[in-house]
């Protein structure tokens, strides 16, 4: 089982930047798919990008292609989430989520019933 904690949300300006990490601990990172999450206030929870555990492959949600970058250092057991221009639509709580894979498995995957480790979240705010 792998424990996920998300960091570096924060109260940014629009068209601002932010440097989301998600440091993961107990089994191997490298075996893991990842992928990042958002909920609005009022709003469900949703999809914002995904990376295969290798970090050869990603997805984005049309709302951020463009403007966000995830990306993996299995070394550092660490995933990232970079966000460039944000408007405040982004003001969210960013989630981190988890799935273990097989070691040839390159799938992505962007629904989070298929991820069943979750971080506590980071608040990102975004002002106009």
């Known amino acids: 089982q792998v424990q996920v904690v998300e960091s570096g949300g924060g109260l940014v300006q629009a068209g601002d930047s932010l440097r989301l990490s998600c440091a993961a601990s107990g089994r191997a990172f490298a075996n893991y798919a990842m992928g990042w999450f958002r909920q609005a206030p009022g709003k469900e929870r949703g999809f914002v990008a995904a990376i295969t555990r290798g970090g050869a492959r990603t997805k984005y949600a049309d709302s951020v292609k463009g403007r966000f970058t995830i990306s993996r250092d299995n070394a550092k057991n660490t995933l990232y989430l970079q966000m460039n221009s944000l408007k405040p639509e982004d003001t969210a709580v960013y989630y981190c989520?988890?799935?273990?894979?097989?070691?040839?498995?390159?799938?992505?995957?962007?629904?989070?019933?298929?991820?069943?480790?979750w971080g506590q979240g980071t608040q990102v705010t975004v002002s106009s």
């Open positions: 989520a988890a799935r273990m894979v097989s070691p040839f498995d390159d799938s992505l995957f962007e629904s989070d019933g298929n991820f069943p480790y």
